[in-house]
């Protein structure tokens, strides 16, 4: 297999002398003295000397390297890295989205606060809830607002409460959120369908439980079936059910969690609703809430006023700022472009090829990789590593042999109550060709790891960059790059 030429760091291509660009004499007199007492960096020591041919091409060749959703299938499990169209992208880049200043007067801007009604409107119909902020910047921040919103009713019913209760089977991040607001967390453990176990949440649900947060469907891609009787005995004692909607990809226009006892959820725009939201961000993670908690809504809330949109800061009961301004506008911009696109017919197909695809790639991949739980699945489906450590072969091994067939690896070790999980989700974007290349490719390092696993224990071997000794750079990380003499 022929190994690609490597390219060389900007800093290795560095020769003393070299220039981009060459300013002419200055025609003026200088000053010396305008930035007298700034702390400025008179020299940058090591800094690259480079034409700009070579830091053109050097950086260009980089950038076709990089692998994204608009060159193949990103099946990262839980994060759903679905394509996203570009005419979203064009009318969220429209001047007068894109230039639109937080602090205008609400007269200079009542088309961006429609489109923030507008949204807030819509997702309430899709979620079944009685008001939206879309103030929240993430998923993560949204499950923070939405706890904030539970402690202040109840702390307005009486009392905060100790606890908070989270499934096992939850995202990772629903514990934070709880201990943030001052809550202490007990697991709640799944059954053997992979869902809570009613027993074991009749036992936990005590008085001194404020809420359940539960991620529906789970992270093992099973839907929480008794999720109405969840909510029962939550709401018999007296606590609030918190939804994580981070897997809405699954639900749209199929169910809504308010019709299933939901109390507060949020959801990620930036899976469900179309924004391409690798390296970190952007994101958005609006929050949804039934009646009781409308008052407690993060300032400001979008009102109408003699038919025009104004911003409402006077709520005594609100929970405050959680964010500067009105959320990531130019998400919510692309949100409401996918939502309206697609109209209701649209919204309901998301679910319904979401949940087709996860469940082609799961039924062809059957038997050639682990299953722990044979529930049904919903827009994802969790294998595991378990076949394949019988050859010494670990699901890190195969990750790292698909990106040699020009995959980008699945999610992998998560959920924890999988372990080795290879976390697989395809979205409702990818057509059954692609699909199938990659169920291809799956099957091949199945068989790579019954006929020669010593191909995977060294794999990638066509990539950018080869694997890494993750123990050592754990240990000892190298942050800064030398030249060496």
């Given at each position: 297999m022929i190994k690609e030429i490597r390219e060389p760091l900007i800093f290795e291509i560095s020769e003393a002398g070299k220039r981009a660009v060459e300013l002419p004499a200055l025609d003026v007199p200088e000053k010396k003295d305008l930035l007298a007492g700034v702390p400025l960096r008179r020299e940058l020591e090591g800094f690259p000397e480079v034409s700009e041919t070579e830091v053109t091409r050097h950086f260009t060749r980089l950038s076709q390297k990089n692998y994204c959703v608009d060159l193949g299938i990103y099946p990262l499990g839980s994060c759903t890295m679905k394509y996203n169209p570009k005419v979203n992208e064009r009318l969220s880049g429209l001047p007068d989205f894109a230039a639109s200043h937080p602090l205008a007067s609400e007269d200079l801007v009542q088309g961006s606060l429609e489109v923030l009604k507008r949204l807030e409107t819509y997702l309430c119909e899709i979620a079944g809830m009685d008001a939206f902020t879309l103030h929240p910047a993430a998923g993560a921040h949204g499950e923070l607002t939405g706890m904030m919103l539970i402690r202040a009713a109840l702390e307005a019913r009486g009392g905060a409460r100790k606890y908070v209760l989270i499934p096992d089977s939850a995202h990772g991040t629903n514990p934070s959120s709880a201990h943030i607001c001052g809550y202490s967390v007990k697991e709640v453990k799944s059954n053997e369908k992979g869902t809570i176990d009613i027993e074991a949440l009749e036992a936990a649900m005590t008085d001194e439980v404020a809420a359940l947060m539960v991620t529906n469907p789970n992270t093992l891609g099973v839907f929480e079936s008794d999720i109405c009787r969840v909510a029962e005995i939550v709401h018999?004692?007296?606590?609030?059910?918190?939804?994580?909607?981070?897997?809405?990809?699954?639900?749209?226009?199929?169910?809504?969690?308010?019709?299933?006892?939901?109390?507060?959820?949020?959801?990620?725009?930036?899976?469900?609703?179309?924004?391409?939201?690798?390296?970190?961000?952007?994101?958005?993670?609006?929050?949804?809430?039934?009646?009781?908690?409308?008052?407690?809504?993060?300032?400001?809330?979008?009102?109408?006023?003699?038919?025009?949109?104004?911003?409402?800061?006077?709520?005594?009961?609100t929970i405050g700022r959680v964010r500067?301004?009105?959320?990531?506008?130019?998400?919510?911009v692309r949100a409401l472009c996918y939502i309206l696109t697609l109209g209701p017919k649209g919204v309901r197909e998301i679910a319904e090829?979401?949940?087709?695809?996860?469940?082609?790639?799961?039924?062809?991949?059957?038997?050639?990789?682990?299953?722990?739980?044979?529930?049904?699945?919903?827009?994802?489906?969790?294998?595991?590593d378990k076949i394949q450590k019988e050859f010494g072969v670990t699901n890190l091994d195969i990750a790292k042999r698909l990106i040699d067939y020009g995959f980008h690896p699945p999610t992998m070790s998560f959920p924890l109550i999988v372990h080795g999980a290879l976390m697989i989700e395809p979205t409702e974007t990818e057509s059954r060709r692609d699909l199938d290349l990659f169920i291809d490719a799956m099957k091949a390092i199945a068989r790579e790891a019954k006929e020669n696993p010593e191909i995977l224990h060294s794999a990638p071997h066509v990539a950018y960059v080869s694997r890494l000794d993750e123990v050592t750079a754990a240990k000892f990380p190298v942050l800064r790059w030398e030249k060496k003499p």
């Open positions: 018999a004692k007296g606590g609030l059910v918190y939804m994580d909607g981070a897997n809405m990809n699954a639900l749209t226009g199929i169910v809504r969690p308010g019709d299933m006892g939901i109390d507060v959820l949020h959801i990620n725009l930036h899976k469900t609703f179309s924004t391409p939201h690798g390296g970190g961000g952007p994101g958005s993670g609006p929050v949804g809430v039934k009646k009781e908690l409308v008052p407690y809504l993060p300032v400001p809330v979008i009102g109408e006023k003699g038919g025009r949109f104004v911003l409402d800061f006077d709520r005594p009961a500067s301004y009105f959320g990531n506008f130019s998400v919510i090829f979401a949940v087709l695809n996860a469940n082609y790639i799961r039924k062809s991949l059957e038997g050639e990789y682990h299953l722990k739980y044979t529930t049904p699945s919903m827009h994802e489906c969790v294998f595991s």
